[in-house]
């Protein structure tokens, strides 16, 4: 790639950074977009991967900012979460509309629109950027316990449930990136210790989390492959272009592995065109291709040598007058 180019690059990202920092809420939460009004609201998914770019991109205090709007959040629900865990243990069924929200108003509230709301994978995602960006940082963690806490409670107990997936669809089904962002988190909090050394959970809580890792490990590892691959969700064989996190950066399973290898050329010959689809026949606004999954794919080849190719989707994604697919948020429709 031309110096220029490189420079060009440099300058887009800088200007990205500062954009994400000018619209970030007083309160932390980022929103989906500005001037939408639909996505005038945070979802920890989308979010917490945001912060994770800031993380890495040396914006501490933004990261911190919304991974507290995260924590007050949950913490403000810790009593709800309880009582949906009591509920299930005593056999009691819970519907989806009882479930926590997968997007929250910028100060926190559940919203009053209908919408495709019981999604997993946020409360994974937040939890596994939390502890990756404390590691990366040396931040503090102890005040996060109690939402830590309730996240792993809410996960252990409904982590395999069917709900909709990173497209807000297909809510009858298990899906391999929902499952494989519970993971994540589930893995990254049962490992994580405090500033003195002492675990994140306790125990008994401990055990049950490392539990619901191994339970969830099987499921995918019998039920989420097809033909060598990861699968769109269990059961099936189709492919989804959600599934690249799996790769990078969950490391569901080893990103160098024959399997890992295996998703990625399928994701790439079913699904890459200029840019990545979300899965076939998608229909949404026509189908298109997405910046953010073009992007995953990029960071996947970037971290297992295929920097010609890594380079080229960033090419993709700078390049200005291409079709980019319809309006989207970060990780959704």
Known sequence: MPTAARSDLRTLVESSLTLIEAHQHPSGAYPASPDYPVYRYSWLRDGAFIADAMSRAGRVDSADRFLRWCATVIDSRADRIADLVARTDRGEEIGADEMLPTRYTLDGGDGDEPWWNFQLDGYG????????????????????????????DYLVAFGDRPCYDWWEEHAEHRHVATLGAVLAGLRAVVHACDAHGQALLDPARGAAAGATVNKLEALVATDGIADGHLTKWLGGNAVDGSLLACL????????????????????????????????????????????????????????????????GRLDWIARPGHSRGPPARAGQR
Request: aromatic share 14%; with cysteine; glycine share 10%.
């Open 125 to 152: 995602t937040w939890l596994w950027v939390l502890v990756t960006h404390a590691a990366r940082h040396g931040r503090p963690i102890d005040a996060y316990r109690p939402a830590i806490r309730s996240t792993v």
């Open 248 to 311: 990078t950066p969950f490391e569901v399973v080893d990103p160098c592995g024959p399997l890992a290898e295996r998703t990625y050329d399928q994701v790439r010959d079913q699904l890459l065109r200029g840019g990545v689809y979300r899965y076939l026949g998608d229909t949404f606004y026509g189908g298109g291709e997405w910046l953010i999954l073009t992007a995953w794919l990029g960071w996947h080849e970037a971290r297992t040598g295929r920097t010609e190719a890594a380079l």
